[in-house]
């Protein structure tokens, strides 16, 4: 990652955060009100502003202080991947069925 992408994340980590602080001042503040359709709606809407924000925050802040990932590590070819799947089915039904199935032709 680049220097500025970065210091782009930290930017949105804190703004995020402060977000979420703020959002559980705001329920806080709306579940010691008084019963109401207001206060359900500031319940509700805070509650979703802190979800969303603390789940965001979470994301950037592992992707951040998590373990450099390599990007340019190869994929599996799809064709390997169902050949390993059709083995693993075969495997599976030798176990419980105590015979391998028959070859079938390709055409």
């Given amino acids: 990652m680049s220097a500025a992408v970065v ?3 930290r930017r949105w980590f804190w703004g995020l955060a402060v977000t979420a602080v703020c959002a559980a001042g705001a329920l806080y503040e709306a579940l010691r009100g008084a019963p109401g359709p207001g206060t359900a709606m ?3 809407i805070s509650a979703l502003v802190l979800a969303a924000s603390a789940f965001q925050a979470a994301r950037i802040l592992n992707v951040l202080a998590g373990p450099p990932r390599n ?5 599996p070819q799809a064709a390997a991947v169902a050949g390993q799947l059709r083995d693993s089915a075969n495997d599976n039904r030798v176990a419980r069925t105590g015979s391998r ?4 032709p390709t055409d």
């Fill in 7 to 9: 210091r782009r994340a």
């Fill in 42 to 44: 500031l319940v509700l």
């Fill in 71 to 75: 990007p340019l590590r190869p994929r």
């Fill in 101 to 104: 199935p028959t070859a079938t």
